[in-house]
């Protein structure tokens, strides 16, 4: 029987209890580092040269289906009763959502090093220190909506923007294809600063600190967001049954992606897993 990921709006205070205490439990033993730990290792960006198989490529989206499978399966072996829940930043767009409240993701750092200071994840909990990041830094940070450059999160009608793309993702299958699904909700788009950073990227920017780069897994709320992408891209797969996953075959010899991305049948590591065994989660989960 397929289990139910809610929006996280809807979650009882036991439920959001459940989750945090998986979450710490996580934390604890270390599993939780891995998480963050393979993040960071596959934070490829575009202009390295190597292959990507996380981010700014067609599998960022079955990439971070299988990582959210994989830490949801930690915590149901923790508690059999929790799943990820979703945030929907097109419903809860300010720094007032219970989202934030001291019972589930604690809120905003404080001015000056953006230390969060609320919550059961702030530093001074004594309950999650930081193991790997980009940086030394060991404790949590958040700066909601950037307010030296702000922005503000994705809207609704960016979100059905998106929807109407037809196909999967075009070449040349990076963080400059011009059309597609996966472009689209990653959101590299054209221009300087913020204009820069859409849909998924935006969410990110937006809540700040550590969100931003590949520790970005080491604030809780990374996977809330990861679980409404993936549920947009569900949305998106129900609505264009047809579709599919591009490229369906390797980017040839000669071509720049070449060894670069991964196609349809290709292995995503960490895992020995494809985009096609991906590409339906009916059996395993479905969205409330
Ligand atoms: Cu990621
Ligand atoms: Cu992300």
New binding site residues.
Partial sequence: MAYTRKNQRDLTSAEKKRFVSAVLELKRTGTYDDFVRT?IDHYVADGEGKLRV??MCPSFLPW?RKFLLEFERALRRIDPSVTVPYWDWTLDRTPAASLWSEDFMGGNGRPGDFQVMTGPFAYASGRWTLRYGMTEQRFLSRDFGRPRDPLDLPTSAQVDEALRERTYDSAPWNSTSRSGFRNRLEGWAQGQGNTRFQLHNRVHRWVGGLMLGGG?VNDPVFWLHHAYVDLLWSRWQARNPGAGYLPKDPPPLGDPQYRKVAALHERMGPWNVTPAELLDHSGIYRYA
Avoid: Y
């Fill in positions: 993040h996380a981010h971070h970005s």
